[in-house]
Structure formats: C-alpha cells, structure tokens
C-alpha cells in the first residue's frame, strides 16, 4: 500500500509578518485592532442631520406663516412710470395688494376683473398695487399693456415685499383696511363677489 499523507499542513505558528497578512492577529499582541468608522455609519449621520434641518426649517416657516391679519408689512415702492410710494403713504384708504407675474396663468384670468373693481372703486377712497415678482421687466410691461391694467404696478426689486408678506404663490392678494391692517388674504384668483365684500368691509373700517 502507498503511503497515505494527510491534506493538512501541520499545526504550526505562522510567523507574525504572514499573519498579518492572512488577516490574522496574533494572539499575544497587546495592542488593540484599528476601528474604523464605516461607511453605513457615516451616512447614518449626514441623514439625520439632514432630516433634523428639514424639520427645522419646516417648523420655522409655519411660524412665519403668511400674514392674514393685523398691521400690514410697510413698503415703498417705484411704480414702472417712475412714480414713488408708500404702504404708510396710503392710510386712511383701503388697499388692495396684489403679487402676480407675466407668465402666471391664473394671473392672466384674474386680470380683467381685478382692473374692473379697480375702475368700479377707484373713486371711493380705495387703491390697487400690483407687485411684480420674479419677472423680466419687459414681459411685466406688455402683460400691462394686454390686458390694459390701469393701477399702480411696481417690480418687487430684490423680493423684499414678497418676503416680508411671505407669499407661497402667486396670485396673491391681501386686502388692508383703512387702518393699516390687513383683514383678508386671498391664496388664489378670489371671486369677484368676494372681493367687493372685502374691499367694502376694508372702507368700513374708519
């Protein structure tokens, strides 16, 4: 019979060097393995991160929620001919706010009826201000001539009346009284019905 020689290397202690590099730590080493941050941890991390700003910063805008009573923001504008005001310069009429854009579509439906109460209240102590947002001036300008829009209109130059009425939208439209403040805030187009209602209730405030 042929010798039978087993498959198994005998068992003897590598050296330390092919120790390591089998992977192996020797048994009598007294300082302790490398941890390393893996790469699951790390994104674990950045994830919640990321979500704990979402909340927070979803928290902070419902506190900045869009103003829909007491005093009005104050503002100062330069109508597109050139003309110079201001929200204060008004008291003791009711206003009319309204923030829009040229390629708004429900701007666009919204537009013939908004200039008819203008024209309908214009002489009973009320004024209508457009604000133009985010748009190019001369789009602004030819939506104006369009649909023949006959009140005060101004470019929001830098977005500050949009941020300090904190629109989410637009059309918007905020009705302040004779005082100063505001008593209704229109999200979308608002009926017309609506609207006169409104204005009536702004003119009876005095």
Request: hydrophobic share 35%.
């Amino acid at each position: 019979m042929s010798d039978q020689r087993t498959l198994n290397p005998p068992e003897t202690d590598l050296p330390d060097w092919l120790q390591d590099i089998a992977g192996e730590t020797p048994h009598d080493s007294a300082e302790p393995a490398p941890q390393r941050i893996s790469l699951f941890t790390i994104t674990s991390v950045l994830l919640i991160v990321g979500l704990l700003g979402v909340i927070g910063y979803a928290l902070y805008q419902r506190s900045q929620s869009t103003p829909t009573e007491g005093p009005a923001p104050e503002f100062s504008i330069t109508t597109f001919e050139g003309e110079q005001m201001t929200l204060k310069g008004l008291r003791g009429k009711a206003v009319v706010v309204n923030f829009w854009a040229s390629y708004c579509e429900p701007c666009k439906e919204e537009a013939p009826m908004l200039e008819q109460v203008w024209r309908d209240y214009k002489d009973r102590g009320v004024v209508f201000i457009g604000i133009n947002t985010d748009d190019i001036e001369g789009d602004a300008l030819a939506y104006l001539d369009q649909y023949d829009i006959t009140y005060y209109n101004a470019p929001d130059t830098g977005g500050h009346i949009e941020d300090d009425y904190r629109i989410t939208g637009i059309p918007e439209t905020f009705i302040i009284n004779t005082k100063g403040e505001i008593i209704r805030h229109f999200l979308a187009q608002p009926a017309e019905t609506d609207l006169r209602d409104e204005i009536d209730r702004a003119l009876s405030s005095s």
